[in-house]
């Protein structure tokens, strides 16, 4: 099977796989408004050590952003939440295959 025909056959499967069958969705009259995050909120917990979240990030590379970086992530993840607005780089992924172990099932 040549390199080509797998990319084409992985994009039709991730297609398929995150198609929204919904439709379109009615706009809300009225937007909802919640208090944005603060930056204080963003560091009160970040202690060096701790294992990584869901999103895989150590606390020690958000502490190495500063006091500027952490303000610009915070004012970004406020403007996404406010607007349902993901930028399209946030949106590009990488997907790797594992093959599976001989044997498994």
């Not at 009259?29 to 979240?53: S, V």
């Not at 020690?60 to 970004?76: R, S, Y």
């Not at 406010?82 to 099932?105: C, E, H, R, V, Y």
């Amino acid at each position: 099977m040549e390199t080509s025909d797998i990319l084409e056959r992985w994009s039709e499967y991730i297609q398929e796989l995150f198609y929204d069958e919904r439709g379109q969705q009615p706009e809300t009259q009225t937007p909802i408004e919640d208090p944005p995050i603060l930056k204080a909120e963003t560091t009160n917990d970040m202690k060096n050590g701790k294992a990584a979240g869901p999103d895989q990030i150590p606390i020690e590379l958000l502490q190495a952003l500063g006091n500027w970086g952490i303000g610009q992530l915070t004012k970004l993840l406020n403007r996404i939440y406010n607007t349902g607005n993901i930028p399209k780089d946030m949106l590009i992924s990488t997907f790797i295959t594992l093959q599976k172990k001989p044997g498994a099932t």
